[in-house]
Structure formats: structure tokens, C-alpha cells
């Protein structure tokens, strides 16, 4: 473990504050959960995905995506890429999400290109029409589903992107 040489008092409901510089370092957004362990004398706190336990369910999903329509497909969690299927875009999987799709997740909003962009993650550009969905479970947003083609992808794609994210709402098991 590391210092941070930052010294907190426990208020009377027992809340003490993550400084803002920490909080910046470790990307947590306002809203977003924290796991908390206990280690001997140790209190340790971890952001937590609730998407880590539908990360099969997302790779099945891309899958069924990609085999069904032919489109290139991402998920995402709050962070990062967690599932990916095409075997071009392997290598972004687990890579930090930019700021742009960030902004998606904080303010819930499906997007869709009417012409061809490129959304670069990490150091890696993504070509093409995109048609991305915000996973929203309850109150909170997951992450997102994003589709990618060569071509314009029709104004439909995104009810079947609806559609779609309410397998992550009901844990639908895909065989």
C-alpha cells in the first residue's frame, strides 16, 4: 500500500471524505460505488463494477450482436472495455473508455452517427458509424453498448440496442 499522507477525522455517522485529488487519480465519479475490505488494521476501498458479474453476459451479447447483424460490437463498463467481438478490435479490451463515452455514461444518452467518426480509445482509433446505448439498471448507469459498420447503420439498430440492454437488467442467461 501507498501513503498518501492524508489524514481524515470519522464525523459522528461514521463518513469520512475521499479527497478530491484521490478521487481524480482513481477516476471515481460522483455516484459510483466503492467495495470495502478489511485487512488487520486495514480499511480498504475499491471501485466496484456492478458489471464484473454480467461480464459473460456481455461477451455473449457482442457475440450474438455480431453473428446476428454483422456489426462490430464493444460493452463497456464505467471504465473500461469488457467485452469485445472482432478479432481487430481484441486488443482494446480492458482499456480505459475515453472522455467521450464517459460523458455518454454520465449523461445517459444514446448517440448515433450519421456519419462516419472515430472514436479513439487509448491509442487506439475505431473507424465508422457507431450506435451506442447506455446500459441503465435501476437508477445507475452500467456502461454501454456500442455497435460499429463500415456502412450507415439503420435508425432501427437503435430499438435493437434497447432491447439489448434489457438482458442486462434481467440477467438473461444466452447458451
Do not use: H, W
Not at 459510483?32 to 453476459?57: A, V
Not at 464505467?78 to 479490451?93: F, P
Not at 460523458?103 to 472514436?119: A, G, H, M, Q, V
Amino acid at each position: 500500500m501507498k501513503s498518501t499522507g492524508v489524514i481524515r477525522r470519522i464525523d459522528e455517522l461514521g463518513r469520512i471524505v475521499v479527497p478530491k485529488e484521490i478521487r481524480k487519480n482513481l477516476e471515481i465519479r460522483d455516484g459510483e460505488f466503492l467495495e470495502i475490505y478489511t485487512d488487520e488494521n486495514s480499511i480498504i476501498l475499491k471501485k466496484y463494477s456492478k458489471m464484473d458479474s454480467n461480464l459473460n453476459l456481455a461477451k455473449k451479447v457482442c457475440k450474438i450482436l455480431n453473428e446476428t447483424y454483422g456489426y462490430k460490437a464493444i460493452i463497456t463498463d464505467r471504465d473500461k472495455i469488457i467485452a469485445v467481438e472482432d478479432n481487430k478490435y481484441q486488443e482494446i479490451n480492458n482499456l480505459k473508455i475515453n472522455e467521450f463515452l464517459k460523458n455518454l455514461i454520465d449523461t445517459r444518452y444514446p448517440y448515433y452517427s450519421e456519419k462516419e467518426e472515430k472514436i479513439t480509445i487509448e491509442n487506439f482509433n475505431i473507424n465508422g458509424y457507431f450506435a451506442i446505448m447506455p446500459i441503465i439498471i435501476s437508477t445507475d448507469c452500467l456502461g454501454l453498448v456500442i455497435l460499429i459498420s463500415g456502412e450507415q447503420l439503420p435508425t432501427e439498430i437503435m430499438n435493437i440496442l434497447k432491447y439489448t440492454v434489457k438482458l442486462f437488467e434481467y440477467k438473461i442467461d444466452i447458451a
